[in-house]
């Protein structure tokens, strides 16, 4: 078979990775990938969102089947172009991919159909939004409607900071067009877990859970980034709240999209914070989470292809889906000055023995070189029967990665360690 995997990033490297695991696999190409995935895919340099040519090219090669991974081609409707000419696709069509692309889209569903959420207000006029902070609870939250690269969302933990948020939303664009419409929500604590799940429409399937690293520093300090690592499973994520989970939150959001209209097939990521009231959803993404793919994949044991394939087929409720009961652990490392500016162009060395889970995500070929090029370089992931020695493996793993001015947490998974030990 001849697959395409749309995007460049660490979650479309270890899709690779995972969907070679099929001896039917005969070759993958990466539209666009990137150098450090040159020995897993073969390159193509078009772009995720030119869906035309992505489209052109899936005729050309005669593309069996097709992963369409980040959220800009689907929401641009990636999917529906290609299923259009007949290529079958693991993703969602535009019109459910809206799950991630309108958080007021988002946020009304949820009310609609009575799933737990973070009480919001939408607001499409500046003055209003500003006089509704007036006497809003602080700390509150503002998000921008569209997809801003992972930035639209500012915590504001006093009232100016509020105002000036929505300002720059609103007044000044900062994201843009998203920031027409902007959400105010409540602002919710407790521990955050991420699950993605399989779904065909009608079946949902968890994976096993995750937790992310959002911030660029120790401690959870610094600026809000893509994510600094992960492990999995989550720890905070015991069997009962999955268990809730499943019958206040996952269900009812598959039955809710069917019922708009909109059935979701692909990869539906639930964004979820563990409240003193119960699971609520923090965000849907309409896609694989990166970096959480990157400790998730590793640990799923039956066929990748062929699940994602049930999925696009709607066989999910007869297909198995196996996860390992091991953990893994992923240390992003990345440019220093990363989320800000940094500087790319330094050579990057892998050595082959640990090469096997680790997940480039900004790197060029310059000959037989191997050059950093992006903000994340890669993720260093490794499984372990505990999650501590997952932990120091992926550790050890990174130390043995070299490049210029290569940077990352020293912390990633200190805070599940504390899991249950708390009190
Ligand atoms: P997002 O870009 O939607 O993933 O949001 C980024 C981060 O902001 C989340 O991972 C949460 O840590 C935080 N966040 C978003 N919404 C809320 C909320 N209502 N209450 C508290 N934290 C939030
Ligand atoms: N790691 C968070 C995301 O993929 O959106």
Redesign the pocket.
């Known amino acids: 078979m001849k697959l395409l995997v749309v995007g460049g990033g660490g979650r479309e490297h270890a899709i690779i990775k995972k969907l070679k695991e099929n001896p039917a696999v005969e070759e993958i190409f990466a539209l666009p990938g990137n150098g450090g995935m040159a020995g897993d895919a073969t390159l193509v340099p078009i772009g995720a969102k030119e869906i035309d040519k992505i489209v052109a090219f899936a005729k050309e090669q005669q593309i069996d089947y097709a992963v369409v991974a980040p959220d800009d081609p689907l929401v641009l409707g990636c999917v529906d172009a290609l299923n259009e000419i007949g290529v079958p696709c693991f993703g969602p069509r535009a019109n459910a991919a809206i799950i991630e692309g309108s958080k007021v889209f988002s946020k009304d569903l949820m009310k609609k159909y009575g799933i737990p959420t973070?009480a919001y207000e939408v607001f499409t006029d500046c003055k209003a939004a500003l006089a509704y902070l007036e006497t809003a609870p602080i700390p509150t939250?503002i998000?921008a409607d569209g997809l801003a690269l992972?930035?639209?969302?500012i915590?504001a933990d006093t009232r100016e900071a509020a105002y000036d948020a929505v300002r720059s939303m609103m007044e000044d664009q900062v994201f843009g067009a998203s920031g027409s419409r902007v959400v105010i929500?409540?602002?919710?604590?407790g521990p955050?877990v991420s699950v993605l799940s399989f779904t065909d429409g009608e079946t949902v399937v968890p994976m096993i859970s995750s937790m992310?690293h959002?911030r660029a520093l120790d401690g959870d300090q610094g600026l809000?980034t893509g994510g600094m690592g992960t492990v999995a499973p989550n720890p905070y994520y015991t069997p009962e709240i999955a268990a809730e989970c499943m019958k206040t939150i996952f269900l009812p959001t598959i039955r809710a999209m069917k019922e708009e209209g909109r059935p979701f097939k692909g990869c539906l990521y639930f964004?979820l914070?563990l409240t003193p009231n119960g699971p609520k959803v923090?965000?849907y993404n309409c896609r694989f989470g990166d970096p959480e793919t990157q400790v998730v994949l590793p640990l799923l044991e039956s066929d990748l292809l062929t699940v994602m394939q049930a999925t696009t087929n709607g066989t999910l409720a007869e297909t198995e889906v196996k996860f390992s009961n091991r953990h893994a652990c992923c240390v992003v490392m990345a440019s220093k000055g990363y989320p800000g500016k940094y500087e790319t162009g330094f050579e990057l060395t892998i050595p082959d023995d640990i090469s096997n889970e680790v997940y480039v995500a900004g790197a060029k070929l310059e000959g037989e070189k191997l050059l950093t090029a992006g903000g994340r370089v890669l993720g260093a992931t490794a499984m372990a029967d505990t999650l501590e020695d997952a932990i120091s493996a992926a550790y050890a793993k990174a130390e043995r990665i070299q490049f210029e001015n290569a940077f990352y947490r020293r912390d990633i998974g200190k805070r599940a360690l504390l899991a249950g030990k708390e009190n």
């Open positions: 973070a939250v998000k992972g930035k639209g969302v915590i929500e409540e602002f919710l604590t955050e992310d959002k809000n964004g914070m923090i965000e």
